[in-house]
């Protein structure tokens, strides 16, 4: 499986519950010692070569222990990466089978602010930006002087931060890649190098 493939047979196949460390407590670890995290559960697990039943899953409900692995490294991401944010991030995509929206086709353009309807049909609202004096059939008329509002839409700064979150994605799951692959704690699915395309609007 590629690593998008893999994320989301764990989260959305396997049901993976993502597991994200909490923020360290010094009452608790004074009471009770040091505890231990889920990378070290897994690799004790690795090393015994068989899974522990504690019952903490029914028998209906088991998830499989790869899909647990690929959550404890996608729990551990990297603060460089975006840390729990990311790790939520990509968890989230994952299980609605989805890749971030990096705005296919956006292009911005130049529309009215506004708009109104009326039995004519649709029309750009206008604002008087200020009057004119004009001679009219020999006498002096003072008129209003109107323009439309524009703005651009999307906004490229939109465009360009969608584009951001694809690529902060894309990295997030290279890292995962990487750690699935050097860990080597996975026993039933082989993570291959196939990844997203880097820039799919292709600038």
């Not at 404890?72 to 990466?81: I, R």
Request: proline fraction near 6%; hydrophobic fraction near 35%; charged fraction near 30%.
């Amino acid at each position: 499986m590629t690593v998008q493939q893999a994320l989301e047979w764990a989260f959305r196949t396997e049901c993976a519950q993502l597991e994200l460390p909490e923020p360290p407590d010094p009452e608790r670890e004074h009471r009770q010692g040091y505890g231990f995290g889920l990378e070290h559960v897994l690799m004790q697990r690795a090393a015994l070569g068989c899974q522990i039943d504690g019952g903490r899953y029914k028998k209906d409900s088991y998830t499989h222990e790869d899909a647990e692995v690929i959550a404890a490294t996608v729990a551990g991401m990297s603060d460089d990466l975006g840390g729990k944010r990311m790790a939520i991030r990509v968890a989230e995509l994952a299980r609605a089978g989805l890749t971030p929206d990096w705005m296919p086709g956006a292009v911005p353009r130049c529309v009215p602010v506004e708009m109104k309807r009326n039995r004519h049909g649709d029309h750009a609202t206008t604002v008087v930006v200020g009057t004119e004096r004009v001679l009219s059939r020999g006498k002096w008329r003072t008129v209003e002087v109107r323009a439309c509002p524009v703005t651009y839409s999307p906004y490229p700064e939109q465009i360009e931060a969608a584009r951001r979150d694809y690529q902060a994605w894309r990295r997030a799951l290279a890292w995962v890649r990487d750690g699935l692959k050097v860990g080597g704690m996975l026993r039933d699915v082989e993570v291959v190098e196939g990844m997203p395309r880097a820039r799919p609007w292709g600038a």
